[in-house]
């Protein structure tokens, strides 16, 4: 991918951030995801009391898209930190894993984890969720 356009991604992952929801964990979440023909759905984290219900900044991204009918994705930048800081890398959880493994090719979604524009390291599905099970592994043979 090109490099502004990691760049422009980093930027909408970081602006994600002032809306996450995080009363409980204070850990800030923002996700920038880039469907194959070219349009962003942001997202951020948003926690609940009940602990259980909290939705992850990469899921909030997916649904949103999903839910208003795109089903092919290219890329996604997670950003993410304690207090919104940007200090290491914010690794999607096995969840959001497994969801991207529903709806993007493993072996050429891309997921770029940041803290800048001038730190970033660009990962495939696959690199991340080595023998993902998915829709293929349902398909009738
Ligand atoms: N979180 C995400 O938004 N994405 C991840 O992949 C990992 C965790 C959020 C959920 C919760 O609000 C906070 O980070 C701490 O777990």
Do not use: H, W
């Amino acid at each position: 991918m090109e490099q502004k356009r990691i760049e422009e991604m980093i930027d909408l992952a970081i602006a994600q951030l002032k809306y996450s929801y995080t009363p409980y964990s204070g850990f800030k979440v923002g996700a920038a995801l880039l469907t194959a023909d070219g349009k962003f759905y942001t997202g951020c984290n948003i926690e609940n009391a009940a602990y259980s219900p909290t939705n992850c900044a990469e899921r909030t991204a997916f649904f949103k898209a999903v839910s208003e009918g795109e089903r092919a994705f290219s890329a996604i930048c997670i950003v993410g930190g304690k207090d919104g800081v940007l200090t290491e890398y914010a690794a999607p959880c096995g969840v959001c894993r497994q969801v991207m493994m529903e709806f993007c090719n493993p072996d050429t979604f891309q997921i770029i984890l940041a803290t800048s524009k001038e730190r970033y390291d660009v990962f495939t599905l696959r690199e991340i969720l080595p023998m993902g099970f998915g829709p293929d592994n349902l398909a009738e043979k």
